[in-house]
């Protein structure tokens, strides 16, 4: 028998979480979204040959509390059900200032580190132990085109396919794919398997003790 090919999903975080609320705000039905199992959710496009080795979510937790008890509880709730298969990587957030152009005064804004570096790190290391067959990027951001094209060009047998979050498009990895015979997923044309994906409003971990309960806003 052949064996299954094993495949990973690496996610942007920030990238897929915003690319959702964009969405959410011009159809209020990707509401629904949110509070998803996201293994359950990406296992939903793999084929009867293909075996789901692990989702692999980058991210920070935001320097807001409220929207990092929210965060916590869409992590945690996915660990809770997941185990091994749902993995945490985590980068950091930091204050940047930005000078207004018309006051001359500075703009506090968070901007996340060390996301993109986590991810192309991971994705290549996957390939190069032989951990993956099939890596799957969630995400669309341009600055992940370098690990893709050296996972292309130094890393035999490994194939790579590219989802975008909602709203969002990169058309230099939709190129990329097109030339390497790759796969482009847009997931705003999947709101189906979203809301399939859909958690409990209270997930339980009982091993930890401990209930995950969905943010009263994403209800």
Same mark, same amino acid.
């Given at each position: 028998? %052949?064996?299954?090919?094993?495949?990973?999903?690496?996610?942007?975080?920030? %990238?897929?979480?915003?690319?959702?609320?964009?969405?959410?705000?011009?159809?209020?039905?990707?509401?629904?979204?949110?509070?998803?199992?996201?293994?359950?959710?990406?296992?939903?496009?793999?084929?009867?040959?293909?075996?789901?080795?692990?989702?692999?979510?980058?991210?920070?937790?935001?320097?807001?509390?409220?929207?990092?008890?929210?965060?916590?509880?869409?992590?945690?709730?996915?660990?809770?059900?997941?185990?091994?298969?749902?993995?945490?990587?985590?980068?950091?957030?930091?204050?940047?200032?930005?000078?207004?152009?018309?006051?001359?005064?500075?703009?506090?804004?968070?901007?996340?580190?060390?996301?993109?570096?986590?991810?192309?790190?991971?994705?290549?290391?996957?390939?190069?132990?032989?951990?993956?067959?099939?890596?799957?990027?969630?995400?669309?951001?341009?600055?992940?085109?370098?690990?893709?094209?050296?996972?292309?060009?130094?890393?035999?047998?490994?194939?790579?396919?590219?989802?975008?979050?909602?709203?969002?498009?990169?058309?230099?990895?939709?190129?990329?794919?097109?030339?390497?015979?790759?796969?482009?997923?847009?997931?705003?044309?999947?709101?189906?398997?979203?809301?399939?994906?859909?958690?409990?409003?209270?997930?339980?971990?009982?091993?930890?003790?401990?209930?995950?309960?969905?943010?009263?806003?994403?209800?």
């Amino acid at each position: 028998m %052949n064996q299954k090919q094993r495949v990973t999903f690496y996610v942007d975080g920030f %990238n897929f979480y915003y690319g959702l609320k964009a969405k959410m705000g011009v159809d209020n039905q990707w509401k629904q979204a949110y509070w998803i199992d996201v293994v359950k959710l990406f296992q939903s496009f793999l084929s009867d040959q293909q075996e789901l080795v692990k989702v692999i979510y980058f991210t920070a937790s935001p320097l807001n509390r409220h929207k990092s008890s929210r965060q916590s509880a869409f992590l945690n709730a996915n660990k809770a059900i997941n185990g091994e298969k749902f993995e945490v990587v985590r980068g950091r957030y930091i204050q940047k200032q930005i000078p207004c152009p018309y006051c001359k005064h500075s703009i506090p804004r968070p901007e996340e580190k060390k996301t993109d570096v986590n991810i192309s790190v991971r994705m290549v290391g996957d390939c190069v132990q032989n951990k993956t067959d099939i890596v799957v990027l969630v995400s669309a951001d341009s600055d992940l085109l370098p690990p893709i094209e050296f996972i292309q060009t130094s890393c035999q047998g490994k194939k790579i396919r590219a989802y975008f979050p909602p709203t969002i498009f990169c058309s230099d990895i939709s190129q990329n794919m097109q030339t390497h015979k790759g796969k482009v997923v847009k997931l705003e044309n999947n709101l189906n398997k979203f809301i399939l994906a859909k958690m409990p409003d209270t997930v339980e971990d009982c091993k930890a003790g401990k209930k995950y309960t969905i943010p009263t806003e994403w209800k």
